[in-house]
């Protein structure tokens, strides 16, 4: 069973910090990529940054120059460093593993960004 379970979530001042991390186990060879989605309330869930298995980096708009995505293969943890995080962050974050081009989805962490 593939399990990705997510931590470091919280409340935070606006351009305050926050490091998410998401560990993966189970069946999840090859790992084709693996990201961060987040879901703000009364909008879809969206892309946030994605790392893939040749180490290539992709971030929305939105967030690039702020959060830095990362991993590490032996543990198979993913990070997402966020930075000068504004009240636009508050959302719910997701981690992504695409494992033999299969989706896996954690729970969600909560992200909330006071003014």
């Known amino acids: 069973q593939v399990r990705l379970v997510e931590s470091g979530g919280g409340l935070v001042q606006a351009g305050g910090s926050l490091r998410l991390s998401c560990a993966a186990s189970g069946r999840i060879f090859p790992i084709n990529s693996m990201g961060w989605y987040r879901q703000a309330p009364g909008k879809q869930r969206g892309l946030v940054a994605t790392i893939t298995s040749g180490n290539s980096t992709n971030y929305a708009g939105s967030v690039k120059g702020r959060f830095t995505i990362s991993r590490v293969n032996a543990n198979k943890t993913l990070y997402l460093q966020m930075n000068s995080l504004k009240p636009e962050d508050t959302a719910i974050y997701y981690c992504?593993?695409?494992?033999?081009?299969?989706?896996?989805w954690g729970q969600g962490t909560q992200v909330t960004v006071s003014s």
């Open positions: 992504n593993v695409v494992s033999n081009w299969v989706h896996y």
